[in-house]
């Protein structure tokens, strides 16, 4: 189970940091990500971080503004948002993936399809007034 939370209404130009916390004790095993879903729009890819957070990937649109991170010992990933834009308003969700890498050498690189994780939170609303 995830739940996500830090959503919440700013201006252009502000920043935002969102959290997800996992229950149970397997987060470690997980890549996780977050999609953010604007509305009448499909689900997207933002960032996503692999089991251990040694490496990060972003979408293009968010990349040099928005920073993920994780702290596997809270079970929590983060998603720092700066230099926030009018068009980053969007419901946020955190995903993960199971990576039968997890623990060694090698890691599962977070895929960019929503279809390929196995659980999500609730989302948490960010709406970015102009």
């Known amino acids: 189970q995830l739940v996500e939370s830090g959503g919440g209404l700013v201006q252009t130009g502000d920043s935002l940091k969102l959290s997800c916390v996992g229950s149970?004790?397997?987060?470690?095993?997980?890549?996780m990500a977050w999609f953010r879903q604007a509305s009448g729009n499909d689900r997207n890819f933002v960032a996503g971080i692999t089991w251990s957070g040694s490496h990060t990937f972003y979408d293009d649109s968010v990349k040099g503004r928005f920073t993920i991170s994780r702290d596997n010992a809270k079970s929590t990933v983060y998603l720092e948002m700066n230099s926030l834009k009018p068009e980053d308003t969007a419901i946020y969700y955190c995903?993960?993936?199971?990576?039968?890498?997890?623990?060694?050498?090698?890691?599962?690189?977070?895929?960019?399809?929503?279809?390929?994780?196995?659980?999500w939170g609730q989302g948490t609303q960010v709406t970015v007034s102009s």
């Open positions: 149970g004790e397997t987060f470690s095993s997980y890549a």
């Open positions: 995903a993960a993936t199971f990576d039968t890498y997890a623990g060694g050498s090698y890691y599962y690189t977070p895929p960019r399809q929503k279809r390929k994780y196995d659980s």
